[in-house]
């Protein structure tokens, strides 16, 4: 079955840990993208990749980075610079050529205390 | 630049009873848009879209959306709310013009749906 692939669901980590969201997708999309989600917020976009090592930032890129070295991969990055990184992490793709919906992932619950 | 309003927060609907939720946006140029549904602790699943066309667009699970660009909404509406309705609905834009892949959302409206 084709779709996208967050791990994992939830995620623990102490105040001034790196950590790391996977994100991998098999629909054979050019165009990645994470979002974080807060109650009452709605989704605010982080940073998004249109091709294969390229990326820009989105509303709220401080304190996160992100590769993307393969088509299928685009994992995000939470340093301990995100000085509010308790949310919930949503990655979607998207086709590359002219503008098509997203799909979304299954997300990523992370909590650091 | 482009943003959208969700009137109301959350919205209570009987099983049954009529579901509207409401979108506003604001953009320069023709819009693509979008809503979306996402039940808890889950991504979001895309219900319908509007890129060109017909102004009502029918999605899944019997909801639809009209494009009114004198009033420049698009509420989305289902005649009867069943139980599994209740989940939270994010409306989003995007402007049309191609290079551009990225969708503002606005805040979400919570339906919840009493038997």
């Known amino acids: 079955d084709g779709g996208i692939t967050q791990s994992p669901k939830y995620l623990f980590r102490k105040e001034g840990q790196n950590v790391t969201l996977s994100c991998e997708q098999n629909l054979n999309h050019d165009a990645m993208y994470w979002y974080r989600q807060d109650p009452g917020q709605g989704l605010r976009l982080i940073y998004y990749s249109q091709i294969v090592n390229d990326f820009q930032k989105g509303d709220i890129a401080e304190g996160y980075s992100v590769s993307r070295e393969k088509k299928e991969s685009f994992p995000l990055t939470v340093t301990s610079a995100q000085k509010n990184p308790t949310a919930f992490y949503l990655c979607?793709?998207?086709?590359?050529?002219?503008?098509?919906?997203?799909?979304f992932g299954p997300g990523t619950r992370l909590t650091v205390t | 630049a482009q943003s959208v309003t969700q009137l109301g927060s959350h919205v209570s609907v009987s099983e049954g009873a009529l579901v509207l939720l409401r979108c506003n946006y604001s953009s320069s140029v023709p819009p693509y848009l979008f809503w979306y549904v996402q039940y808890p602790n889950q991504g979001l699943q895309l219900l319908l879209k509007y890129t060109t066309g017909a102004t009502l667009v029918k999605g899944i699970n019997g909801f639809e959306a009209e494009f009114k660009k004198s009033e420049t909404s698009f509420h989305l509406t289902k005649p009867s709310a069943h139980m599994s309705d209740a989940a939270e609905y994010f409306c989003a834009v995007n402007e049309s013009g191609g290079s551009n892949y990225k969708l503002t959302f606005g805040k979400g409206t919570l339906l919840t749906v009493n038997p």
């Open positions: 979607a793709s998207s086709l590359g050529q002219g503008f098509n919906e997203q799909y």
